[in-house]
């Protein structure tokens, strides 16, 4: 019996054919769905391949339930993106481990290379940063500022990821904030990307007061910041990641 884990890639349609015929011999299926905002619908992924999931909170997969079905039963977890995009994911790895509990990864692609898109060197990246929603904090932390000042330091840029349901316009106004809380300058423009990786797929390189103008509630025949969305505060551009954001932004 396994535990197969598998990145579902950016779009409904990036599943590869080897992670296919496995998911044809699981017992259960199961998917994440706490750590980003999907650009589909989950029952898409069901219709498609002719597959029941079963959704799974943080809780259950933290506390490795999932491990003990894989035990008995081919048992598959599915991850937006990469496989093994989030430290969670590892761990169940390094858990079945532990406990002689046969395990088969496939990887996919994830937000951590479909940036390349934007004509940024990858290899120009620091530090990945995660920006909370202040709505659900009361202390609103600023502590991903700290990255993006590391990251200044040696002229990298910051992959900045939102949580779920943080819109544009809020997502600017806790970096603006932070910014000035934390003595942390901002480059003049920023970077949003808008379901990378899909049909769909946005990418702006504007001031961060324009980009929070486009925020989800514009007409559907403008240029609009859907989710989900990530954000990119570059350093000093090389001339021909420049030119590349000049000419591939919408």
């Known amino acids: 019996m396994t535990l197969y884990l598998i990145g579902t890639g950016m779009t409904q349609n990036s599943l590869p054919a080897d992670a296919l015929e496995t998911l044809k011999s699981c017992d259960k299926i199961y998917i994440e769905n706490y750590t980003v905002n999907f650009p589909y619908p989950i029952k898409n992924l069901e219709s498609q391949y002719n597959i029941k999931i079963q959704e799974l909170s943080r809780q259950q997969v933290e506390d490795e339930s999932i491990l003990q079905e894989a035990k008995n039963s081919n048992v598959a977890f599915l991850v937006y993106g990469d496989s093994l995009s989030a430290t969670t994911h590892i761990q169940l790895i390094l858990s079945a481990k532990k406990q002689n509990i046969p395990y088969k990864i496939f990887h996919n692609a994830s937000i951590l290379t479909t940036i390349a898109e934007t004509g940024l060197s990858l290899y120009k990246f620091g530090k990945t940063a995660s920006m909370p929603n202040w709505a659900e904090h009361t202390n609103k932390p600023t502590s991903f500022m700290n990255y993006i000042k590391e990251n200044q330091s040696i002229n990298a840029h910051t992959l900045m990821l939102t949580d779920i349901e943080l819109e544009i316009k809020n997502a600017i106004t806790q970096l603006q904030k932070s910014s000035r809380e934390t003595d942390t300058p901002l480059p003049k423009k920023i970077i949003a990307i808008s379901n990378a990786g899909t049909s769909n797929q946005k990418i702006f390189y504007d001031t961060p007061e324009n980009l929070a103008l486009l925020d989800n509630r514009q007409p559907t025949t403008g240029n609009r910041i859907d989710m989900p ?17 000049e000419n591939l932004k919408e």
């Open 229 to 245: 969305f990530c954000l990119i505060i570059p350093t000093k551009l090389h001339f021909i990641e420049e030119e590349a954001l």
